[in-house]
């Protein structure tokens, strides 16, 4: 599980940079980050269509990657061109498109997130393997509820053909360290 809230701000950091390096190396499209903000997992707020990837062993949290309708759209176009598409079809295409992009990030970030996790612990030798469960889309949810009282830290990133805000959903308790440890920006509760 996450320990710490270096962890915390350089899991989301890394997250982050794979949205921006997917999107920009395999479609050309550029991104603007905004600073990471926090809150109760009740207050994240998601677009139009979100897939979410559980991360279990080191990392114990939630990733959500949530598409505003207009990049998604547009990012359905690019994977599939050429391909035409059933109008019938085109939401379940929307779904997979959300959930493809989503593995493919999430997947690409695994290595370079258990090599820095084990870097920021250097003097304790522990376990840094992170498993990832296939994705699951929602659409047309405005909030996640969770149960167990979780916490999240996200970041939106904008495009020319909209935006996404990708985010980690992790225990509560590191909320406080979070709080009290980091100067941390865009704090919601």
Known sequence: MIKSPKEVANTIKRLSFGVQNYLH????????????IHG??????????????????VIGALVTISFEQKLLSRLLLLETE???I??????????????EIANIIVGRCLADLQARLSDI??????????????????????????S?????????????????????VWPSELFHEILNGYNVEGVKL
């Open 25 to 36: 190396t395999t479609h050309g499209i550029d991104c603007i980050s905004m600073p990471p």
């Open 40 to 57: 109760n997992a009740e207050s994240l707020a998601l677009k139009d269509t979100t897939a979410i990837i559980g991360l279990g062993g």
């Open 82 to 84: 050429g391909l035409r």
């Open 86 to 99: 059933p109008s019938q079809e085109h939401d379940l295409y929307l779904r997979e498109t959300a959930s």
């Open 121 to 146: 612990d250097s003097g304790e030798a522990r376990e840094t393997s992170i498993m990832m469960s296939p994705p699951v889309v929602i659409q047309n949810v405005s909030h996640l509820h969770q």
């Open 148 to 168: 167990q009282g979780g916490c999240y830290s996200s970041v939106m990133l904008s495009t020319i053909f909209g935006s996404l805000i990708i985010s980690m």
